[in-house]
């Protein structure tokens, strides 16, 4: 597809951008505790404007402390976060691109549990989203007040940088957005009861900024149009405040949808599917005349068909920069086989800050975030490099170990590369995980790597022997439990569905397995195949293993299509007419199947890479599944750490 839409100028006050592309604001969680921009994000930013991307929008940078309630983004309540800020400004601006400082009052009674101290602020005494026995605080009038002298000290900060516009944070049911919704502000003040009321809090923040930059920076503002929970703000109501907020200044609007009811809309997997928020996009064109950007699973297709409409003027990328910087000149120069696609898998981005409370990174970018300490460079010393095993941990060392100018040859016994990847990718909604094997397999022709498919490798096979480094990712194997009937003709082991669904006979589908692979078969029986489904799992609670924003809608989507889950059922048999199960009481029950599928889990296939190591263990790294069972950034992490310390033997 043509992209040249994407890159024409277009203006936000007297902001000119460059191109139609901005980088979604997202959180790095890498601040330092008195509020300074850690280094390592200065360099993430500055490499995002290096790729191409026209305007970034800085992930939400608190007013202080206080308010934050626990977050590490950043605050703008003092001269000395200047420094770092006008680093990173500088850095965009060196690359021709915009930089937009997103400003928060406060995530409000969205602060996450162990952070938020007690309680947390917000329009009314509404119940924290993480603690509902806790009541918010409601602010006074005064500190409504205090919160505007902190707006209008955090502009002139973000002026002084050389930010070129600020973002209002109105977002995803944080604090501004409590006061913009009924649903969560019960005010009998000026500050609600009307939809004048509801809009008095971020309109006095748009004027609040006004009154300290004037119209040298534009003021947009990030609004979502459709909160999709019963009582949230809908479209309609949403309507009405973008018409107030134009008229009291804004000078564009960053809209989507979702907010954390509806969480999976704010980091939304690949089982929402693409551009899953452009349907908002309509409504604010036909309410307002400013500028409008946008987010949202977006491609590059769907994208620049965004923008030819005219329903749009900007397309915001957010995990798609973090997974590959340059998707911009990328585009721009013709190459869209060459841009590195995201997974919308959360396990590295939001999965990292969520879960360990650390900065973020990405699955299948570990120099996300590490910038300078992660960059491949050429080798002074080129080795001869033998990859053993063609999933996505040894297509990731291949193709780094190339770049670094070593002499690479893969060797993969079957007769395609992407391992288990590859074989997972079938369903409708793991278009990326096949979109990511067929990049790493124009990234290693690109890089002259040697790849040698149908290549069934043994310990003594001579390129190991002359090889100055092994590196093996021989992958997993499935688990084979002792249930009678599990070689029937009728059990279909879940890796060979994936590569021929069709086996997948009759309409009366049992899933043994209710881990993350066994769930994802069941939803591509039900939305691709239209089968009838049961997942059968032995555990208490089905996708233990999936990363629980993902699994909100991979949950919802199982029920559209009336799959049974049950849990604490044990599979003791399987026979032509289905599966027996235990239940939890020790009773028995006979699951009718005209299929079943086998998706009891995988195990660590060693064999070969034990054989390798023990004879070339100074010389030999094992990396993936072989070592250790994980997911595909887990994999491409361990490549990546491999290829690029293959030079850690020289002296210097």
């Known amino acids: 597809m043509d992209h040249s839409a994407l890159f024409t100028p277009f203006s936000v006050g007297r902001m000119r951008v460059k191109n139609r592309i ?20 200065v360099d993430y930013f500055i490499e995002r404007a290096k790729g191409g991307t026209g305007v970034i929008f800085m992930g939400c940078q608190m007013l202080n402390a206080k308010v934050a309630q626990g977050s590490m983004e950043g605050y703008l309540d003092s001269f000395t976060v200047l420094p770092s800020l006008t680093s990173v400004c500088d850095g965009v ?39 509902p026995s806790v009541k918010c605080h409601a602010l006074t009038k005064d500190e409504i007040a205090g919160i505007m002298d902190g707006f209008r000290f955090a502009a002139g900060v973000a002026r002084d940088a050389g930010y070129d516009a600020i973002e209002v944070h109105a977002h995803a049911g944080y604090l501004i957005d409590q006061f913009m919704s009924p649903v969560w502000n019960h005010r009998t003040d000026e500050y609600g009861g009307t939809p004048e009321g509801f809009a008095r809090f971020p309109v006095e923040i748009v004027h609040a900024i006004k009154d300290t930059v004037g119209d040298a920076l534009p003021v947009i503002f990030r609004i979502s149009l459709d909160h999709r929970f019963p009582g949230g703000r809908t479209i309609e109501d949403s309507v009405a405040l973008l018409k107030i907020l134009e008229r009291e200044g804004v000078d564009a609007f960053d809209v989507d949808a979702g907010c954390y009811e509806s969480l999976d809309y704010i980091f939304p997997p690949s089982y929402l599917g693409e551009s899953c928020m452009s349907y908002v996009c309509d409504a604010a064109r036909k309410a307002v005349s400013v500028p409008l950007f946008t987010a949202g699973t977006l491609n590059p297709d769907d994208a620049t068909r965004l923008v030819e409409s005219g329903t749009v003027d900007f397309v915001n990328f957010g995990r798609a920069l973090i997974a590959d910087p340059y998707l911009p000149v990328k585009l721009q120069q013709g190459h869209p086989e060459d841009v590195r696609p995201c997974l919308r898998c959360n396990e590295y981005c939001i999965g990292r800050i969520w879960n360990s409370h650390t900065k973020l990174s990405c699955a299948v970018n570990p120099s996300a975030m590490e910038e300078v300490r992660f960059r491949v460079a050429r080798t002074n010393s080129p080795k001869d490099v033998v990859v053993v095993g063609g999933g996505v941990a040894g297509m990731e060392a291949a193709r780094v170990a190339a770049i670094e100018g070593h002499r690479v040859t893969l060797l993969e016994a079957r007769d395609h590369l992407g391992g288990t990847a590859g074989d997972i990718s079938s369903a409708s909604f793991k278009l990326n995980i096949r979109k990511l094997v067929e990049w790493y397999r124009v990234q290693l022709d690109k890089y002259k790597v040697n790849v040698r498919l149908n290549h069934a490798v043994s310990a003594d096979d001579p390129l190991l022997e002359s090889a100055d480094a092994i590196v093996v990712g021989t992958g997993a194997k499935p688990v084979a439990p002792k249930i009678p009937g599990l070689d029937g003709a009728n059990v279909v082991p879940v890796l060979d569905f994936e590569r021929e669904t069709s ?13 993350a692979s066994g769930l994802d078969c069941a939803l591509e029986l039900t939305a691709d195949l239209g089968k009838r489904v049961t997942v059968v799992e032995m555990l208490p609670e089905c996708g233990k293993d999936v990363f629980f924003i993902n699994k909100i809608t991979l949950m919802r989507r199982l029920q559209e299509g009336g ?4 849990t604490s059922n044990k599979v003791v048999s399987i026979d032509a007419t289905g599966v027996t199960v235990e239940l939890a009481d020790g009773s028995r029950e006979h699951l009718d199947a005209d299929c079943v599928i086998d998706a009891f889990g995988m195990r660590p296939d060693t064999t070969l890479a034990d054989a390798i190591d023990a004879r070339y263990h100074d010389k030999t790294r094992v990396v993936g599944d072989v070592r250790r069972l994980g997911k595909i950034g887990d994999a491409i992490r361990d490549g990546f750490y491999a290829a690029t310390s293959l030079d850690m033997d020289l002296y210097i």
């Open 503 to 515: 086996r997948a006979t009759g309409e009366r589908v049992v899933v043994c397995g209710g881990g």
């Open 93 to 131: 601006h060196r690359y021709g691109a915009k930089i937009v400082c997103q400003i928060s009052p406060g995530t409000g009674r969205n602060a996450f549990p162990d952070t938020f101290g007690n309680p947390p602020i917000s329009s009314s005494d509404t119940p924290s989203v993480f603690d």
């Open 22 to 41: 901005g980088m979604s604001p997202m959180g790095t969680n890498s601040a330092f505790t008195n509020g300074r921009k850690d280094e390592q994000e």
């Open 563 to 566: 799959v049974e889950l049950r």
